[in-house]
């Protein structure tokens, strides 16, 4: 393994952390731990942030060291004291002390995480077309790191900018040139370090909810850490506990499993033998279901995994605006209308899908937060709307409900503002769409993918509101909607519905919960939402985009959720009853409650780690070695066109797309053998612009401005001297790519080496590199 990028990564993480603590200690000053395990993610929201805007002007080496600088000139503001500076006066803070005890742990577990998963890169580094997108985010990187303005030229689609969120690889790219790390070996050093950021940022978090109530800050923080790093859903643990039930129940209950989800019979009867990592990410038909470790087992650096670690920031800034007094109006201006419209800009060109979450939960955090929303305009506002309504408890739940979603949407307006440029530029064939009766989950699937989220979550709901006869109708009757609604194909209702009523219920009644049931009633309307909506696009067919991005969102918040919750109900209170006899079995209860979850969702971690070191014996993070390996001659082309490019540089290539494409309805989006090798890898590994790459583009361009380009390339390696002269004139085309896929595609009517101002400029056994004479 390669030591000295490795060690220059995490010294740069170092530096960075460290110019962040102070804005995050001022940021999250209300907190337990003062926010040190958000240090980081400040710091890189900061950098990216100056990156972003001085890089549509000049990025190459001027945008990271201004955002550098700009970072540490921050720092030293923070750092200093504001009552002295209000009279010109230059001292140090005297306010700024931190928990050194909740530093050494937040170091450790981020060196914890980010070491798993440097070994886990270490053993399968490669950036391989299969089973993913990394080519895609390696070509973003390659692509960033070459362009002298942003945003850069997409090298599937020569002549055009980028029109995907590129936010996450903006900030690689921007580490990277600080560093001075190769993108080969930036791609996995920035994997392991989105890991390590989330993970701590978990167990930050969640460690803050417990020990602002009097819980332990550690159990909780250990508790989040484990079910947002590691823990699965229970697909794998099902299927083991289902080869211990006799036959004939056995085959009949995965007869009933089978009909509902993606799995054969023999799937779900199948022993360990059979494990394969994959198959725990694709349980509700139609879909795709992802948690945090099968998606950096899988080894993309691809926006929905980059973007959870902003929005655990955005929950931990809500969070601090919860726990901020009401006479503190400032802090929760700036939180409100300053620091997370930046955030949310951030987070629209990082992963816009989870952009609307950043301010749900803000949304949320007004709704049920101590302080009454209107009060950051007026302390006397709400007390004048008061007198208007009377006495009214429902008018006054309207109101105060109704003033949260306003500012909510007046800050995501001033976050979607600061991000136009971006938006203004990706602009793509989108609508929203109703979800057909077929297309909803089933009730089994949803239980495999949330099922012991929704155990923990019903015991500490029932835990702190219990059920007295106030309740008990209320109960009653949501069990016979829950049943009906199953039976309708509304099986979401029964699955989430009571967590978001007893959850806003507990919430609003003050019944000892705190942050830990907003993340659950945030992750509860996700799930629900996407049962109803779907984003029609030509990213995926149906609603797969669209559940495969959301769920990785409530993982992350039910999982922070997971360490307060299971910590909670390990001291609950109800444990304090006045019988020992009740208290003790209460006290059992909880502990076999939690060792059962922590154990359920262990099982595929277990035998996925396992089975990815047996597989893969690595010990480089260089993520272009594969080539040299796997495709030799191909790879010297691409070597040497690599070492010769320059952001003007344009390839011209094979489309890795079906010659004759009929899928223009969207039904069968991705032509076959769509994710092999011979999806443009010269284009993906270089950065180096092609004229019509990978099928990707049909998403991202709709189908006929994508398959226009097609014909043209078609026509360019296989029609007259003109149509050549044509494609290469229009897109300025300096180097001709002849290799397999090329030969494949049009086999004998290939006629580049006949063309006039063509000349053979590299060549190996397989590929031929023609440079086009200008």
Known sequence: ????????????????????????????????????????????????????????????????????????????????????????????????????????????????????????????????????????????????????????????????????????????????????????????????????????????????????????????GLFAAFFVGFASNLVTASRLVLLAVPDPLRTQIATALAEQSRYSVADFLAGPSSFSYWSASRVIPGTINEFPLFAWLNGDLHAHMMGTVFLLLGAALCYSYYRTPATNRRRRWALIFLVLPLLGSVQIYTDTWSFPSIFGLLFLTLTFAPADPLTVFSESLPRRLRGSIGDSWLGGELVRTLSALVITASAGGLAVLLSLPFLLAAGASREVAFLTLEMRSPLGPLLLVHGAFLVAFAAYLYDRLGVDSSRLLLVVALAAVGVVAALQQFAVLFAVAPLLVFGWLALRMDRD????????????????????????????????????????????????????????????????????????????????????????????????????????????????????????????????????????????????????????????????????????????LTGVPTVAGWHHEVGYRGYDAYHQRVRVVDAAYTGSTEEFQSVVSEYDVEYVWVGPAERARYGDTLSISERPGVEVAYETEAVTVYRVDG
């Not at 030229?153 to 590129?166: I, K, S």
């Open 1 to 220: 393994m390669e030591l000295v990028p490795l060690v220059l990564w995490l010294l740069l993480y170092a530096l960075l952390a460290g110019a962040g603590l102070p804005l995050a200690l001022r940021l999250f000053a209300p907190l337990p731990t003062r926010g040190v395990g958000f240090a980081l993610p400040v710091a890189l929201v900061v950098l990216t942030t100056v990156g972003y805007w001085v890089g549509h002007l000049a990025f190459g080496v001027v945008a990271p060291v201004v955002g550098l600088l700009v970072l540490l000139a921050l720092s030293a503001l923070a750092g200093l004291d504001r009552d002295a500076l209000r009279e010109r006066r230059v001292e140090p803070a005297a306010d700024l002390d931190f928990d050194r005890s909740a530093a050494v742990d937040t170091v450790a577990v981020f060196l914890v995480a980010f070491a798993f998963l440097v070994l886990v890169r270490a053993a399968d580094p490669a950036v391989h077309a299969g089973g993913g997108e990394k080519f895609l985010d390696f070509g973003l990187l390659k692509s960033l790191m070459m362009s002298p303005t942003l945003p850069p030229e997409d090298m599937w689609f020569a002549g055009e900018p980028v029109r995907y969120y590129y936010g996450g690889h903006l900030t690689t790219a921007l580490v990277a040139k600080l560093a001075g790390v190769a993108p080969a070996y930036a791609y996995n050093l920035s994997l392991a370090g989105f890991y390590a950021m989330l993970v701590t940022a978990a167990f930050d978090l969640a460690g803050s909810v417990a020990a602002a109530r009097g819980g332990s800050r550690r159990t909780a």
């Open 513 to 684: 919960v705190g942050y830990e049931t907003v993340l659950v009633v945030a992750g509860a309307g996700l799930v629900l939402l996407v049962e109803f909506l779907y984003v029609k696009e030509q990213a995926g067919p149906g609603r797969m985009n669209t559940v495969f991005k959301t769920y990785m969102q409530v993982w992350v918040l039910w999982g922070t959720a997971m360490g307060a919750v299971l910590s909670g109900l390990l001291r609950s209170p109800s444990l304090a009853a006045p019988k020992l006899r009740l208290r003790a079995a209460r006290s059992v209860l909880g502990v076999v409650l939690v060792v059962a979850l922590v154990a359920s969702t262990s099982v595929y971690g277990a035998f996925a780690v396992s089975q990815h070191f047996d597989q893969h014996s690595g010990s480089t993070l260089d993520a272009t070695a594969f080539a040299t390996e796997q495709h030799p001659e191909e790879a010297k082309a691409i070597d040497w066109l690599d070492e010769r490019a320059t952001a003007e540089t344009t390839l011209l290539s094979a489309p890795a797309t079906s010659i004759y494409p009929d899928a223009q309805n969207g039904s069968y989006p991705y032509p076959p053998g769509m994710y092999s090798w011979d999806s443009s890898p010269a284009a993906s």
